[in-house]
């Protein structure tokens, strides 16, 4: 694994203007500019989100916040997007380092830890009253700081037990952070999909058991799959077909199942675990 050392900004001011190492060590700097940009897109999309939702809990009614909720959802899944191409970009032009995994980190703390928590804490809590629906203010506190911080361990935990290597992305032990953040805004998108108006659907009182359920999962030891490189690795026809088939289903009715496709992804980890269980092989939970 690369390094990012303190001390190469002294080795490389001592190097000679018309030495070979001076511009290989300026053009290496730089080429690692790019996937910490891509890094920073997520944190942008992050913070962003946090604030449309600070926002709405200020708005008067729920037809100014229901639009404040769809833009926070939308852009913590702008978050996935960069999360995931910023590993792929910093391993393609070979400049993984402690420095960007540690700045990715921070980042997914706060599009996939603080801002699922909030979103999920200001769903339950506004309403015309005053009043949180279905559960007390408390509750909903405790739900949402209960996933924040299993959502920092897990990912300190994660920082700890694999290197930059691409074949150590390919499956995790744990639900992801950006997977768990996913179910939380695929909810809340079916959830003002189905009541646009006040966004009170069964999902919203449905949501508050999902909290604890991905706050453990996360923390967890079930296996889980990198699902966009188990499904590229897979060059056959009928793999091809399925993926085109699934996307043209989402496309159809995203309310119905990118939910459903993030509730099925959260329930990969102990489906696979009771079933290595079941063919004896022993694996811890925790």
Wanted: a negative charge; proline letters at 6%.
């Amino acid at each position: 694994m690369k390094r990012f050392e303190v001390g190469s900004i002294e080795d490389e001011s001592q190097a000679e203007p018309g030495s070979d190492d001076a511009p290989r060590r300026r053009g290496g700097r730089a080429v690692e500019m790019v996937p910490t940009l891509v890094t920073l897109g997520n944190l942008f999309s992050g913070f962003l989100a946090i604030a449309y939702l600070t926002d709405s809990m200020h708005s008067p009614d729920a037809a100014s916040r229901i639009p404040l909720y769809e833009k926070a959802v939308w852009l913590i899944f702008l978050a996935m997007f960069f999360d995931a191409v910023d590993g792929w970009v910093a391993r393609r032009m070979g400049s993984s380092s402690d420095f960007g995994a540690q700045v990715d980190s921070i980042c997914d703390a706060i599009s996939f830890g603080a801002a699922p928590a909030l979103l999920f804490k200001v769903m339950c809590q506004s309403s015309e009253t005053g009043v949180a629906d279905g559960i007390g203010h408390k509750l909903s506190l405790v739900l949402a700081v209960g996933f924040l911080a299993c959502a920092v361990l897990r990912l300190a935990r994660f920082n700890l037990e694999t290197d930059s290597g691409e074949e150590s992305h390919q499956a995790f032990e744990g639900l992801p952070t950006p997977a768990a953040a996913a179910v939380i805004a695929s909810l809340a998108y079916a959830n003002i999909s189905l009541d646009p108006a006040e966004g009170r659907s069964w999902i919203h009182m449905a949501l508050p058991y999902f909290m604890p359920v991905l706050a453990f999962l996360m923390v967890s030891r079930f296996p889980y799959v990198h699902a966009a490189s188990w499904v590229l690795k897979r060059k056959t026809f009928p793999t091809l077909v399925l993926l085109l088939f699934l996307v043209g289903v989402v496309v159809l009715q995203p309310e119905i199942m990118v939910p459903a496709l993030c509730v099925g992804f959260m329930a990969w980890g102990p489906l696979v675990w009771v079933w290595r269980r079941f063919h004896g092989r022993e694996e811890p939970i925790v």
